[in-house]
């Protein structure tokens, strides 16, 4: 298929530049693949949204929500150049290093050996450039990376967000508390991107899942840069994926391996988590046959075959897209993704079209654009059914 094929026109009010006074006050598209069915409705009625339509009640079942609970740290320093002229650091990597992997801006003008100073304070160096290819940098005035960044350092948010230098400091303040899921792990610092289909969460819309049947477990992928990459290819499967790690515990594998024997639904908060869990599954079972991963389930044996890749870090660079527009793909697990609205031609959008579809992904996008729904990280949400017996 043609990269351009996931292309579609989007109004620029559309792209939120601002997350909403309430987390949970987001509007939630509720559409389902196997009736071609699309009905609107609010993020704070996620919880009745699943229960009608799993029946978890009706069943006496129960609902896994499998989030990533990745934290960000704030990558981005802006700086300023000993002619005044302003830029950025953006921190690829953490840890105590000799240098660090970055992106620099203006890439064209920043020389090698060049002083980087902060540009809140005059003349006060940061960083000095020690690598434009790829681009490195040390630290010139700092004990240690966490401090600088605690200090100089902004929530890294995408290139679609375009606030410009002159951001108030109240804006910020909200965003390091905004672009972060409630649930984040402070010991999983790692992610240069928030997963942000679980910034709609709240611990109240949390106690709400959790007395409804619907129980909440986490894997850890840190996201990278890469998510934002454009596809360059002009056919989508020559597009070359970037890496990325994950690490799933024998707790959660068990959890799943539960709710698989028992036919209970598994819905991904993100497409980060569900990358990570197909990931996995795909490790364990390189034919990806999910009749065969529901068998090693119902016999009690699934375990077996995961205990040997839980509680380890693990790369993936799996790519789902459809392969013609009939093409619907069938994961090794799960029943439904809760994610947000993804750019034009992005390997995001490819994924949510795989998995409910061509047609209707271009058909529930249009109502989404048609009905003002809000856009990107900061927009808002939809639960997205492909599966709904496992």
């Not at 902004?154 to 967000?161: N, Q, T």
């Not at 804006?171 to 610092?189: A, G």
């Not at 990570?276 to 079972?285: H, I």
């Not at 993936?316 to 609205?341: L, M, R, S, W, Y």
Request: proline content about 5%; overall charge neutral.
């Amino acid at each position: 298929m043609k990269t351009s094929f996931f292309n579609y026109e989007l109004p620029e009010e559309l792209i939120a530049q601002v997350p909403l006074e309430k987390r949970d006050k987001s509007r939630l598209l509720v559409c389902r693949s196997s009736t071609k069915t699309i009905s609107d409705s609010f993020f704070v009625n996620i919880a009745e949204e699943i229960n009608n339509i799993f029946k978890i009640k009706e069943r006496d079942a129960k609902v896994l929500l499998v989030a990533n609970d990745s934290r960000v740290y704030p990558a981005r320093v802006r700086i300023r150049r000993k002619t005044g002229a302003r830029g950025e650091v953006f921190l690829l990597e953490r840890g105590i290093k000799e240098f660090y992997h970055c992106l620099l801006r203006p890439k064209s003008k920043i020389k090698q050996g060049e002083i980087l100073y902060a540009d809140q304070e005059e003349l006060l160096p940061l960083f000095k450039v020690t690598n434009l290819s790829p681009p490195c940098v040390e630290l010139v005035n700092a004990n240690s990376l966490d401090e600088l960044l605690e200090k100089y350092g902004e929530m890294p948010l995408p290139p679609y967000i375009q606030r410009g230098n002159k951001q108030s400091y109240s804006l910020k303040e909200i965003d390091k508390e905004r672009y972060q899921t409630v649930y984040s792990n402070k010991l999983e610092v790692g992610s240069s991107a928030a997963p942000t289909a679980g910034l709609h969460f709240t611990p109240e819309i949390i106690e709400k899942c959790l007395n409804n049947g619907i129980d909440f477990a986490s894997v850890t992928l840190h996201v990278g840069l890469g998510t934002f990459l454009p596809v360059q290819s002009i056919n989508i499967h020559e597009h070359n994926m970037h890496e990325e790690h994950f690490i799933i515990s024998k707790n959660v594998a068990e959890k799943i391996s539960m709710y698989l024997a028992n036919d209970w639904p598994i819905i991904f908060v993100g497409t980060t988590s569900l990358r990570a869990v197909e990931s996995f599954f795909r490790v364990a079972f390189p034919k990806h046959d999910k009749n065969e991963i529901i068998k090693k389930a119902k016999e009690n044996n699934l375990n077996n075959y995961l205990s040997n890749y839980v509680d380890k870090w693990i790369a993936t660079k799996i790519f789902i897209h459809p392969q013609n527009e009939n093409d619907q793909v069938v994961p090794c697990v799960g029943n439904a993704i809760i994610t947000n609205f993804h750019q034009p031609e992005s390997t995001l959008a490819m994924l949510i079209s795989a998995l409910m579809g061509y047609q209707f992904w271009k058909e529930f996008y249009a109502h989404a654009i048609n009905k003002k729904y809000r856009f990107f990280s900061y927009g808002d949400s939809s639960l997205l059914v492909f599966g709904e017996n496992s």
